[in-house]
């Protein structure tokens, strides 16, 4: 590949990164264009940059932003997927593999901060972001509905009482 293409790849893997919050590597050898084209596709979906690069032109990116931690783990044949939520790349690629049994997640950054491949899954195994504010907004909402449960209770009480008695006369005539 020569120089200018090089240069050009890197700058393209560091502007992926600059808007990434998360970045996961997964190996990529043995797997085969239609698993891939699938895993493409699944990461497209899902708002996923998936790339397969040179682990020098991913280093040189990588370190260009100030990312050192990943370089041991830059050997042999492996991709690299960029996303803009914290959980949505290490959530697809390990859903993805659990039908597959590939890729293997190898390691990745979250927010800046190294994670193992261990760390990946058990991250990715965690609700997402939407669904983790979801419960919380159930969360906040359910004193106030149990106030007015309680409150409404005696009127609702009292007009099924009110239905009873009226039924009993209804039969009584």
């Keep these: 590949m020569p120089t200018a293409e090089k240069e050009q790849e890197v700058a393209l893997l560091t502007e992926c990164l600059e808007g990434a919050k998360s970045v996961v590597l997964s190996d990529y050898a043995g797997i085969d264009v239609e698993t891939v084209t699938a895993l493409r596709r699944k990461c497209r979906e899902n708002g996923i ?3 397969v690069t040179k682990n020098t032109l991913l280093r040189r990116a990588l370190n260009n932003k100030g990312f050192t931690s ?3 783990h830059l050997v042999g044949p492996i991709a690299v997927a960029f996303a803009k939520d914290e959980v949505i790349a290490a959530k697809v690629i ?3 593999a659990k039908d597959k049994q590939f890729p293997k997640v190898r390691a990745g950054l979250v927010d ?3 994670m193992s491949g261990a760390q990946l899954i058990a991250l990715a195994k965690l609700p997402g972001k939407t669904e983790l ?3 919380l907004v159930f969360t906040l909402n359910a004193p106030a509905r149990n106030l007015v449960v309680v409150l409404s209770a005696p ?3 009292l007009v099924t009482v009110l239905n009873a008695v009226a039924k009993q ?4 005539a």
């Design 49 to 51: 940059q998936f790339r």
């Design 70 to 72: 990943l370089d041991e």
């Design 94 to 96: 390990t859903e993805f």
């Design 112 to 114: 800046g901060k190294f």
């Design 133 to 135: 504010l979801t419960q």
């Design 155 to 157: 009127a609702r009480n």
């Design 169 to 172: 006369k209804g039969e009584a």
